[in-house]
Protein backbone atom coordinates (compact mmCIF):
# COMPACT_ATOMS: atom_id res chain seq x y z
CA UNK A 1 0.00 0.00 0.00
CA UNK A 2 1.21 3.44 -0.91
CA UNK A 3 1.71 5.94 1.86
CA UNK A 4 -0.38 8.92 1.60
CA UNK A 5 1.36 12.25 1.06
CA UNK A 6 -0.50 13.80 4.45
CA UNK A 7 1.43 13.48 7.67
CA UNK A 8 -1.93 14.96 9.24
CA UNK A 9 -5.88 15.04 8.94
CA UNK A 10 -6.89 16.19 5.19
CA UNK A 11 -9.65 16.56 3.21
CA UNK A 12 -10.80 13.71 1.58
CA UNK A 13 -12.65 13.29 -1.58
CA UNK A 14 -14.26 9.57 -3.36
CA UNK A 15 -15.61 8.73 -6.56
CA UNK A 16 -17.39 5.52 -5.93
CA UNK A 17 -17.13 2.82 -8.43
CA UNK A 18 -16.11 -0.52 -8.69
CA UNK A 19 -13.78 -3.12 -9.09
CA UNK A 20 -10.20 -0.34 -10.04
CA UNK A 21 -12.13 2.50 -10.66
CA UNK A 22 -13.06 3.69 -6.69
CA UNK A 23 -11.23 7.45 -7.12
CA UNK A 24 -10.01 8.18 -3.61
CA UNK A 25 -8.14 11.88 -3.12
CA UNK A 26 -5.96 12.95 0.34
CA UNK A 27 -5.55 16.83 0.62
CA UNK A 28 -3.73 18.77 2.81
CA UNK A 29 -3.96 21.96 3.80
CA UNK A 30 -0.89 22.70 2.20
CA UNK A 31 -2.35 21.92 -0.90
CA UNK A 32 -0.36 18.68 -1.22
CA UNK A 33 -2.85 16.36 -3.00
CA UNK A 34 -2.45 12.45 -2.89
CA UNK A 35 -4.68 10.28 -5.41
CA UNK A 36 -5.16 6.60 -5.92
CA UNK A 37 -8.18 3.81 -7.20
CA UNK A 38 -9.32 1.00 -4.58
CA UNK A 39 -11.59 -1.74 -5.91
CA UNK A 40 -14.56 -1.20 -2.90
CA UNK A 41 -16.24 0.84 -0.08
CA UNK A 42 -14.36 -0.97 2.43
CA UNK A 43 -10.88 -0.41 0.95
CA UNK A 44 -11.82 3.15 0.92
CA UNK A 45 -12.49 3.18 4.42
CA UNK A 46 -9.52 1.70 5.53
CA UNK A 47 -7.45 4.04 3.52
CA UNK A 48 -9.21 7.12 5.25
CA UNK A 49 -9.06 5.29 8.59
CA UNK A 50 -5.40 5.75 8.43
CA UNK A 51 -5.11 8.82 7.51
CA UNK A 52 -7.31 10.13 10.36
CA UNK A 53 -10.69 12.17 10.94
CA UNK A 54 -11.32 13.54 7.54
CA UNK A 55 -11.21 17.56 7.55
CA UNK A 56 -14.08 16.70 5.57
CA UNK A 57 -15.21 14.39 2.97
CA UNK A 58 -17.17 14.89 -0.41
CA UNK A 59 -18.47 12.33 -2.28
CA UNK A 60 -19.59 11.93 -5.74
CA UNK A 61 -22.94 10.43 -5.22
CA UNK A 62 -26.30 11.34 -4.39
CA UNK A 63 -26.96 11.56 -0.77
CA UNK A 64 -30.16 11.97 -0.28
CA UNK A 65 -33.52 10.42 -1.74
CA UNK A 66 -36.42 11.66 -3.64
CA UNK A 67 -39.84 9.90 -3.63
CA UNK A 68 -41.06 11.94 -6.45
CA UNK A 69 -42.01 9.82 -9.89
CA UNK A 70 -38.56 8.74 -11.42
CA UNK A 71 -36.68 10.04 -8.07
CA UNK A 72 -35.95 13.20 -9.45
CA UNK A 73 -34.51 16.03 -6.92
CA UNK A 74 -34.84 19.92 -7.10
CA UNK A 75 -30.60 20.30 -7.37
CA UNK A 76 -30.77 18.04 -10.88
CA UNK A 77 -33.56 20.44 -12.07
CA UNK A 78 -31.47 23.64 -11.11
CA UNK A 79 -28.15 21.85 -12.57
CA UNK A 80 -30.41 21.40 -16.22
CA UNK A 81 -32.33 24.35 -16.11
CA UNK A 82 -29.43 27.10 -14.67
CA UNK A 83 -26.23 25.56 -15.87
CA UNK A 84 -27.04 23.73 -19.05
CA UNK A 85 -26.09 20.14 -17.54
CA UNK A 86 -27.18 17.48 -19.81
CA UNK A 87 -29.41 15.23 -18.23
CA UNK A 88 -26.80 12.13 -19.03
CA UNK A 89 -24.67 13.94 -16.15
CA UNK A 90 -27.17 15.05 -14.12
CA UNK A 91 -28.72 12.31 -13.09
CA UNK A 92 -31.62 11.00 -10.85
CA UNK A 93 -31.44 8.29 -8.49
CA UNK A 94 -33.28 5.75 -10.49
CA UNK A 95 -31.20 6.38 -13.60
CA UNK A 96 -27.58 5.51 -11.44
CA UNK A 97 -25.55 2.35 -11.45
CA UNK A 98 -25.15 1.03 -7.91
CA UNK A 99 -21.85 1.50 -7.69
CA UNK A 100 -22.60 5.63 -7.32
CA UNK A 101 -26.03 4.92 -5.78
CA UNK A 102 -25.15 2.46 -3.30
CA UNK A 103 -21.26 2.75 -2.49
CA UNK A 104 -21.59 6.94 -1.72
CA UNK A 105 -24.42 5.91 1.07
CA UNK A 106 -22.32 3.03 2.14
CA UNK A 107 -19.17 5.26 2.70
CA UNK A 108 -20.40 8.07 4.46
CA UNK A 109 -22.35 5.39 6.78
CA UNK A 110 -18.98 3.66 7.47
CA UNK A 111 -16.84 6.45 7.68
CA UNK A 112 -19.61 8.04 10.09
CA UNK A 113 -19.09 5.03 12.30
CA UNK A 114 -15.36 4.97 12.49
CA UNK A 115 -15.99 8.95 12.79
CA UNK A 116 -19.25 10.16 14.86
CA UNK A 117 -18.22 13.58 14.05
CA UNK A 118 -17.22 13.61 10.07
CA UNK A 119 -18.72 16.10 8.20
CA UNK A 120 -19.52 15.18 4.49
CA UNK A 121 -20.55 17.33 1.63
CA UNK A 122 -21.93 15.43 -1.53
CA UNK A 123 -20.30 16.70 -4.82
CA UNK A 124 -20.85 16.64 -8.40
CA UNK A 125 -17.44 16.89 -10.31
CA UNK A 126 -18.47 16.72 -13.75
CA UNK A 127 -21.86 19.01 -13.15
CA UNK A 128 -19.20 21.58 -11.71
CA UNK A 129 -16.71 21.64 -14.28
CA UNK A 130 -19.39 21.74 -16.88
CA UNK A 131 -21.39 24.19 -15.07
CA UNK A 132 -18.30 26.94 -14.48
CA UNK A 133 -17.19 25.99 -18.10
CA UNK A 134 -13.66 24.97 -16.38
CA UNK A 135 -11.30 22.45 -17.85
CA UNK A 136 -9.57 20.33 -15.39
CA UNK A 137 -6.31 22.44 -15.13
CA UNK A 138 -8.37 25.97 -15.09
CA UNK A 139 -10.18 24.14 -11.91
CA UNK A 140 -6.74 22.82 -10.85
CA UNK A 141 -4.94 26.16 -11.20
CA UNK A 142 -8.11 28.17 -9.76
CA UNK A 143 -7.81 25.91 -7.17
CA UNK A 144 -4.34 25.23 -6.14
CA UNK A 145 -4.13 21.57 -6.86
CA UNK A 146 -1.67 19.71 -9.05
CA UNK A 147 -2.20 17.84 -11.57
CA UNK A 148 -2.01 14.39 -9.36
CA UNK A 149 -4.40 12.07 -10.87
CA UNK A 150 -3.89 9.69 -13.02
CA UNK A 151 -7.71 8.78 -14.56
CA UNK A 152 -11.31 10.57 -14.11
CA UNK A 153 -11.91 8.15 -10.82
CA UNK A 154 -8.89 9.89 -9.05
CA UNK A 155 -9.80 13.68 -10.93
CA UNK A 156 -13.10 13.51 -9.56
CA UNK A 157 -12.12 12.41 -6.32
CA UNK A 158 -9.44 15.36 -6.24
CA UNK A 159 -12.72 17.69 -6.75
CA UNK A 160 -15.17 16.41 -4.20
CA UNK A 161 -12.09 16.85 -2.01
CA UNK A 162 -12.23 20.63 -3.07
CA UNK A 163 -15.90 20.96 -2.41
CA UNK A 164 -15.33 19.69 0.80
CA UNK A 165 -13.29 22.18 1.66
CA UNK A 166 -14.19 25.26 -0.02
CA UNK A 167 -17.75 24.43 1.65
CA UNK A 168 -16.80 23.42 4.95
CA UNK A 169 -14.40 26.63 5.25
CA UNK A 170 -17.09 28.94 4.17
CA UNK A 171 -15.69 30.05 0.79
CA UNK A 172 -18.83 28.07 -0.92
CA UNK A 173 -21.77 29.79 0.15
CA UNK A 174 -24.39 27.57 -2.14
CA UNK A 175 -25.89 24.62 -0.48
CA UNK A 176 -28.34 22.23 -2.56
CA UNK A 177 -28.86 20.65 0.57
CA UNK A 178 -30.96 23.46 2.19
CA UNK A 179 -33.22 23.84 -1.27
CA UNK A 180 -35.33 20.78 -1.77
CA UNK A 181 -38.92 19.49 -3.43
CA UNK A 182 -41.17 18.62 -0.22
CA UNK A 183 -40.91 15.01 -1.63
CA UNK A 184 -36.91 14.61 -0.48
CA UNK A 185 -35.50 13.38 2.03
CA UNK A 186 -34.05 16.45 4.66
CA UNK A 187 -29.95 16.03 4.56
CA UNK A 188 -30.13 17.57 7.97
CA UNK A 189 -32.13 15.21 10.20
CA UNK A 190 -32.53 11.71 7.56
CA UNK A 191 -30.48 8.53 8.59
CA UNK A 192 -27.64 9.47 7.34
CA UNK A 193 -27.29 13.22 7.93
CA UNK A 194 -26.01 15.82 8.15
CA UNK A 195 -25.55 16.38 5.26
CA UNK A 196 -24.36 18.87 2.25
CA UNK A 197 -23.91 19.98 -0.98
CA UNK A 198 -21.79 22.82 -1.39
CA UNK A 199 -21.72 25.00 -4.52
CA UNK A 200 -20.01 27.86 -5.45
CA UNK A 201 -22.56 30.40 -5.49
CA UNK A 202 -26.26 31.03 -3.97
CA UNK A 203 -28.70 29.29 -6.43
Sequence with gaps: MRKCVCETSCWVGADPGGKRSFGLAFLSRDGSL???????VEQAVTRIEVSGEPLGLGIDAPMWWSAREGAGRKVEDVLRSKYGVSPGTAQTANSLRGAALVGGALLACRVRRAFPDARITESHPKA?????????R??????GLPLAWKNEHERDAAIA????REGFERRWP?????D??????????????PMHYFWPEVV
Excluded at 34 to 40: H, K, L, Q
Excluded at 138 to 143: G, P, Q, T
Excluded at 161 to 164: E, M, P, S
Design 174 to 178: GDFAK
Design 128 to 136: LLHAFKFCE
Design 138 to 143: EFASKY
Design 161 to 164: AVCA
Design 34 to 40: FCETVSS
Design 180 to 193: RYDSEEDPESYWLG
